[in-house]
């Protein structure tokens, strides 16, 4: 399937490491022109030289997003670098998935209102592409966590409040032809990421989660970034307000 998005305007948060460099990895050689951030300078610099090594377009800062302003700033300067944003990806996390003052607080700051300041901020650029080219999409990225609960959770609480966000912005932005959707990913591994830690120095965790799962298996990078590029491209151009579960089997509830 061809998904149109070559030559595509890609901002992505939290874009080096994990699912959002799926995603922008994925988009990139779809053809789409990337702008990206994280928290940290070296991967960073790492990501984008690794981009333009494979002839990609690619650009980015280190930035803290919780820092609303510079968040702010960061995305006016992408935007015109690149010459516009036709697709938001945001994929901010404090990852605080206990119930800690710290977990309720880092998670406020960076996965809620960092995903909220994102697409406010992107907005703008985002109506200006839908209204050349008739469609710009924004995808928000969450948690299988949105639909399971073994306890109290920050991080499972605030990622499903992003759905509800994502489904009022769908509505309301449906008429300017710009979309708003949301991606859960279920147990998704990564060698440096939270189940491949699991799996080295918490065994006993890693193997009641890999058992959760249906397929036998957890999840890569690649397929989660495979839904989000379908979600991004005008391919999907009447979908909007969903949020779409990649987990494998892993949440029991009927969607319907």
């Not at 995603?23 to 960073?44: F, H, M, P, W």
């Not at 980015?60 to 990806?89: C, F, N, P, T």
């Not at 809620?112 to 650029?125: I, K």
């Amino acid at each position: 399937m061809e998904l149109g998005l070559k030559g595509k305007r890609v901002l992505i948060s939290g874009g080096t490491r994990g699912i959002g460099r799926a995603i922008a990895d994925t988009l990139a050689k779809e053809g789409a022109s990337i702008a990206l951030c994280a928290r940290n300078a070296q991967q960073v610099e790492e990501t984008l030289a690794q981009f333009r090594a494979r002839g990609a377009t690619a650009l980015g800062e280190a930035l803290d997003i919780a820092d609303r302003d510079a968040l702010k700033a960061w995305i006016a300067r992408a935007a015109d670098e690149l010459g516009g944003i036709d697709i938001v990806v945001a994929n901010p996390s404090a990852f605080g998935i206990g119930a800690t003052e710290a977990d309720w607080q880092g998670g406020y700051a960076v996965d809620l209102m960092g995903s909220v300041h994102t697409l406010e901020a992107a907005m703008p650029h985002l109506e200006k592409a839908a209204a050349t080219s008739g469609d710009a999409a924004a995808l928000i990225v969450t948690s299988a966590l949105v639909a399971e609960a073994d306890a109290e959770s920050a991080y499972g609480a605030y990622k499903a409040a992003l759905v509800h966000y994502a489904k009022g912005a769908s509505r309301r932005l449906a008429p300017k032809k710009v979309r708003v959707n949301a991606i859960s990913p279920g147990t998704i591994y990564f060698e440096d990421g939270f189940w491949g830690n699991a799996r080295r120095h918490m065994p006993a965790v890693y193997d009641t989660f890999l058992k959760r799962n249906p397929m036998g298996r957890m999840g890569t990078g690649a397929e989660v970034a495979g839904m989000a590029a379908f979600l991004c491209s005008p391919a999907a151009s009447f979908i909007t307000g969903a949020n779409i579960m990649v987990d494998g089997g892993f949440t029991s509830r009927v969607n319907y």
